[in-house]
């Protein structure tokens, strides 16, 4: 991947692929050849993640043909992993970018059984605020992490990690 040299303000993606490379962000599931995959923070779906570029940069275009192909397939490889281990009817996929320069893609479980005015919608229409919080501690939340890497490991897509997921967190 290209490297990022733009003298812009660190983000939040930017501080969280620095806590996932010290092993400080308990929400991170793997080590992919392109960046982290990580649990999104609230859990509007059970299994809702993201893929972090490791380096960060502002947007997909940004990248280079090969590296960009990598980022997607590495996107898509996760919708695969989650969509086996979650049992979800499908997965949606997002990148938007529009308030940070900082390349992330969110990679969405969706569920049949979801409540019936949010089935059809697009996931931004839940209450993000009122959903549960990712707690690794939990042991659903640990099975499926756990899952969800073994799963990622066998696809053949993981990189190895220097520590242990939330290792070092603070």
Same mark, same amino acid.
Request: proline share 6%; charged share 25%.
């Given at each position: 991947? &290209?490297? +990022?040299?733009?003298?812009?303000? $660190? ?13 400080? +962000? ?9 960046? @982290? ?12 993640? *993201? *893929?972090? !570029? ?25 919708? +695969?992993? *989650?969509? &086996? ?14 308030? +940070? %320069?900082? $390349?992330? %893609? ?10 019936? !005015? ?5 996931? @931004?229409?839940?209450? @993000?605020? %009122? ?12 099975? *499926?992490?756990?899952?969800?890497l073994k799963e990622l490991t066998r696809l053949g897509v993981t990189k190895p990690m220097r520590f242990n997921p939330g290792e070092n967190a603070e």
């Amino acid at each position: 991947m &290209k490297n +990022d040299n733009s003298a812009e303000a $660190l983000t939040a993606i930017h501080h969280q692929v620095v806590a996932a490379r010290e092993g400080r +962000d308990p929400r991170v599931i793997a080590r992919l050849f392109t960046g @982290w995959a990580v649990f999104g923070e609230r859990q509007f779906v059970r299994g809702y993640a *993201l *893929l972090l !570029p490791d380096p960060v940069v502002p947007n997909l275009n940004a990248l280079g043909a090969r590296e960009r192909i990598a980022f997607l397939s590495d996107m898509s490889r996760l919708g +695969d992993a *989650l969509l &086996k281990v979650t049992g979800a009817a499908r997965i949606n996929y997002a990148i938007f970018g529009n308030q +940070d %320069a900082a $390349l992330h %893609a969110h990679v969405i479980p969706r569920y049949l059984d979801e409540p019936e !005015p949010y089935r059809t919608q697009h996931p @931004w229409a839940y209450n @993000w605020n %009122a959903a549960g919080a990712f707690d690794r501690a939990s042991v659903d939340y640990q099975e *499926l992490a756990d899952s969800v890497l073994k799963e990622l490991t066998r696809l053949g897509v993981t990189k190895p990690m220097r520590f242990n997921p939330g290792e070092n967190a603070e």
